[in-house]
């Protein structure tokens, strides 16, 4: 079993800062890529960023240039920080992970979410 714990979210106004933290944890033999997506309500789940083990990076254009990806694969931990929050920023934000296990089967996990509102 492989478990992902989000923290981070939380009520910012606009023009302010977060950052989000997702820790992997369990059976776990390698980790590929690890993203975040977000939902707002009544909308589709979208990707938001997304780092490879070699670090290379792919951002939504609605928030590049505002957020940062990274990870530090000692912890198996990737972050997200943001940057100029806007309103329409404000969603569930979910940690995404894929990989292998110990076994050397495929997985990907996802987080349980963390709630981000953006004040006006």
């Known amino acids: 079993q492989v478990q992902l714990v989000e923290s981070g979210g939380g009520l910012v106004q606009a023009g302010g800062s977060l950052r989000l933290s997702c820790a992997a944890s369990g059976s776990i033999f390698s980790i590929n890529t690890m993203g975040w997506f977000r939902q707002a309500p009544g909308k589709q789940r979208e990707l938001v960023a997304a780092i490879t083990t070699g670090r290379d990076t792919i951002y939504a254009d609605s928030v590049k240039g505002r957020f940062t990806i990274s990870r530090d694969n000692a912890k198996n931990t990737v972050y997200l920080q943001m940057n100029s929050l806007k309103p329409e920023d404000t969603a569930v934000y979910y940690c995404?992970?894929?990989?292998?296990?110990?076994?050397?089967?495929?997985?990907?996990?996802w987080g349980q979410g963390t709630l981000v509102t953006v004040s006006s």
């Open positions: 995404n992970v894929d990989g292998t296990d110990m076994t050397k089967r495929y997985l990907e996990v």
